[in-house]
C-alpha cells in the first residue's frame, strides 16, 4: 500500500511517499519519496516558532515540496485532471496561494498511484495544521482518495520503533507493555500502551514542556534558535573539560514527588536569576548548559524509572525532537543496560527524532489497518489533540 504522508504541525513542512505492507508483529516500508523543509532559521530571528508565520511557509512551501516527493517517487506523471475548481476554492478558502498553486499544479499531472493520503491534525499550532489537513482535503478531494489522520505524538512513538536501512526499513516489532516519553518543544509526557492503540497518560508536564525549556534557557545565555542542540554543544564542551559539577548548581523540581509529573519552569526560572549578575563568558555559559541538562536528565531518568515501575512496562520509547539529544540517550542507554536487562530501549534513528512525515505515514498506515480512516468532511485540526483518551 501507499501512503501520501504530510506533516506541518510546527516549524517543518513535510511530505513524504511510502510504500508500506505487513503488520505491527512484522512490517516493512520504502520510503519513495522524502522532501522536508525547516522553517528553523526563519523562526530563529525572533527566538521561537511564530504560528502565522509558519502557516505562510507552509502554504508556500506544500506544492514544491509535494512535487518534488513524488519526482523522486517516479510518481509524477504530465496529463490532464479535472480539479473541480469551485469545490477546491471553498476548501482552500483561507490559503489563497496554495489555492493558486494547487490548481496550476493538478491540472496539468495524473493522479499518482497513492491508495491512502496520512495527515497529521493534531498536536501542534493550530493555524500550522490547519494548512496540512486543508491540503489533505483537497488532494484527497480532487484525487478521490482517502484520508487517515494521524496524532503528532504517535508518529513520534513509531518515529522510535524503526530500523533503518537505507531507503528501506522495518519496525522493531514492541512488546507490550510499551512506555513511551515524549519529549518536544510542545510536550513532555509519559504515555503507556498494551497495543499502540489506545493510550493511557502516566505522566506529563505541570508547566514548561523540556523542549520549550532547553529553549528558553538557550535564549537566556545568547544561543540561536531552537536551544537543545545548542545547550547539547555548549555542555559537551564544559564536560570534556572536566569541570567541576558543583561550579553551578540548578535545582531539579518535583524530583521526589510520588508520581510521574514533571516541572521544568522552577529550573528555567533559576537559570534566569542565577545569570543575572554574571559575566557571560563562553565558560560560564557552558557550565550552565551542562548543569541544566545534567538536572533535566536527572529528572527525565527519575521520572521514567518510576513510570517503568508502575505500568510494568516491557519496552521503553524515547520519542520527539529533544530525544536527539546525546546526554539524555546515553544516561537512558547505561540506565537499561545497568539496572533493566529485561526492557527493551528504542531511540529514533538519525534525522527522526524531530519532525518528519515518515513517521506520519507509518502511523497513517496502522492508522488505516485498525479502519481509522474519515470522511474528509469531518476532519479538523486540533492543536491540543491528546494521545491518551
Ligand atoms: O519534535 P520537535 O521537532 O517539534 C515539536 O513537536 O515540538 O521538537 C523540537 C524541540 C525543540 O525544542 C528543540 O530545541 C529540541 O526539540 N531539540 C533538542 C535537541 N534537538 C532538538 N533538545 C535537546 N537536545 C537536542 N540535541
Ligand atoms: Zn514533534
Known sequence: MKILAIETSC????????????????STFTVLGDTLLSQAKLHAKFGGVYPNLAKREHAKNLIPILKQTLKDANALEEGNTNIYEEELSHILEREPELLKQMILFLQNVKKPN????????????????????????????????????????????????????????SLSAPKFPLLALLISGGHTELIATKDLQSYKLVGQTRD?????????????????????PEISRLAKM??????????????RPMLNTKDCDFSFSGLKTAVLYAIKNLEMTTDVKEKFAR??????????????????????????VIGGGVSANDAIREAFERLV????????????????????????????????LAGKNIDPADLTAKGNLRLSG
Open 208 to 228: 514548561d514542556a523540556v523542549g520549550e525549556a532547553f529553549d528558553k534557557v538557550a535564549r537566556m545565555l545568547d544561543l540561536p534558535y531552537p536551544g537543545g
Open 114 to 169: 497513492i491508495d491512502v493520503i496520512a495527515v497529521t491534525n493534531g498536536p501542534g499550532l493550530e493555524p500550522a495544521l490547519w494548512v496540512g489537513v486543508n491540503f489533505a482535503v483537497a488532494l484527497s478531494y480532487v484525487w478521490n482518495i482517502p484520508i487517515i489522520p494521524v496524532n503528532h505524538m504517535e508518529g513520534h512513538v513509531y518515529a522510535s520503533l524503526i530500523k533503518r536501512k537505507g531507503k528501506n526499513f
Open 238 to 251: 564544559s564536560r570534556k573539560r572536566k569541570d567541576s559539577s558543583r561550579d553551578i548548581t540548578l535545582p
Open 11 to 26: 516549524d517543518e513542512t513535510a511530505v513524504s511517499l511510502i510504500e508500506a505492507s505487513g503488520d505491527i508483529s512484522e
Open 337 to 368: 543496560s545497568a539496572d533493566m536487562p529485561d526492557l527493551t530501549l528504542h531511540t529514533p534513528a538519525q534525522g527522526l527524532s524531530t519532525d518528519n512525515a515518515i513517521m506520519i505515514g507509518i502511523s497513517g498506515y496502522f492508522g488505516h
Open 291 to 316: 548543569e541544566f541538562e545534567d538536572a533535566v536528565v536527572e529528572i527525565l531518568i527519575k521520572k521514567t524509572k518510576r513510570a517503568i515501575d508502575e505500568t510494568k512496562a516491557r519496552t521503553l
